[in-house]
């Protein structure tokens, strides 16, 4: 006689071991049918510098729920990326105008077994989480969402560190110096080149399209190949500081579309250095190892910049005594004043001190990373 499982929901929900959590009935003799594993949704619905700077915390979640479904809700154009990362299972495309909270997440199927908000801090993404009723949800605390007994959030802390502290205050060990991702198998279309990335989101983070082919021409100068690297819509940007740096249009990547992520990694990972702003590829040249410079402005390179290392030259001119992490407006309409104190020897100079990459990619125990599947729908 067949015993009924004490569990409500429609399938066994098995942990980390292959019994179900509430009757101990094995997985594939379950009264229920068969198991499906336990989830783990995070919220990133963002870009691909917010994907690479919670690297260190899905790697957490990872190590910590090796049972787990780790099920990432964020946009499809970054399904390459956390498959580089090695720790998401799925990818569940969701959108939201600009740093917005997406409406709603298409989420079917029983509730997540846990929830954890690496988007923000506030009721908006609490509450949409919520709403899906996970068995548990790890969050910042918010005076008005009072029911989470999270952390304190702390508006100057950098990225990286700012979701570790969230998994440990949770009794889950994050390292925030855990970035690395491996280098794509594909080679590079331009091995040995400079990365030069003049766009960004807001115009306040761009380097005035000028100044970026100046330093395009000193480097081609000095022998070095440069290869202009532009978003979606940043073609015609891309391609103004191609023809004032005296390149051909062919050396520009990207502008009408992203560039595949494939691609750009692989690019990004076999480069001498990349040149850019306070964007997402300064954050993949960290994540692959790269020499870098980074022009910030006209928020803190405290909040978003590489981990200190000889690899990475960061360029920040705030106001004599300033302390404040946010001086200028990041959505701003034009270039940020401390922005446009950076100079073009300046970068030059930064450039010339870069010491030779060290080997891209993860340490040799890490295996490659696997792909990510991409939700068709509903889960």
Request: charged letters at 20%.
């Amino acid at each position: 006689m067949t015993v009924p499982c004490s569990n409500t929901t429609p399938y066994p929900q098995v942990g980390d071991g292959s019994e179900c959590v509430r009757c101990g009935w094995t997985a594939s003799a379950h009264p229920k049918g068969p198991a499906i594993p336990p989830r783990l949704l995070v919220l990133r619905a963002l870009g691909l510098g917010d994907l690479l700077t919670a690297v260190p915390a899905l790697r957490a979640l990872r190590r910590a729920h090796p049972g787990h479904e780790l099920v990432l809700a964020a946009p499809a154009r970054t399904a390459e990326a956390a498959a580089a990362t090695g720790a998401v299972d799925r990818l569940l495309p969701t959108t939201a105008a600009g740093r917005a909270v997406p409406a709603r997440i298409e989420w079917a199927g029983p509730p997540p077994d846990i929830a954890v908000d690496l988007h923000g801090n506030g009721p908006p993404s609490h509450l949409l989480l919520a709403t899906l009723q996970p068995g548990r949800l790890l969050a910042y605390a918010h005076p008005d969402t009072p029911w989470i007994t999270g952390p304190a959030w702390r508006a100057d802390e950098h990225e990286r560190p700012r979701w570790c502290r969230l998994l440990t205050w949770y009794g889950i060990p994050a390292d925030p110096d855990d970035l690395r991702i491996p280098a794509p198998e594909a080679p590079s279309s331009a091995p040995g080149c400079v990365v030069v990335h003049p766009g960004a989101d807001s115009a306040a983070r761009r380097w005035p399209a000028e100044r970026f082919a100046a330093v395009a021409r000193g480097l081609r100068a000095a022998g070095h190949r440069i290869v202009v690297t532009a978003g979606a819509g940043e073609g015609r940007l891309g391609h103004e500081v191609a023809r004032q740096a005296g390149l051909p249009s062919d050396d520009v990547l990207g502008g009408e579309d992203d560039v595949p992520f494939s691609r750009l990694a692989a690019l990004v990972a076999h480069a001498r250095a990349v040149v850019v702003g306070d964007t997402g590829l300064g954050h993949l040249a960290t994540a692959l190892g790269t020499p870098s410079v980074v022009l910030f402005g006209p928020v803190s390179p405290r909040l978003w910049g590489p981990p200190p290392s000889p690899m990475h030259r960061v360029l920040w001119h705030p106001d004599e005594g300033d302390d404040d992490v946010r001086p200028g407006d990041p959505h701003g309409d034009r270039p940020d004043e401390r922005l446009l104190r950076i100079t073009v020897h300046e970068v030059l100079d930064a450039l010339e001190r870069l010491p030779q990459r060290q080997p891209s990619g993860p340490p040799d125990d890490r295996p490659s990373a696997p792909r990510v599947r991409m939700a068709e729908g509903r889960l």
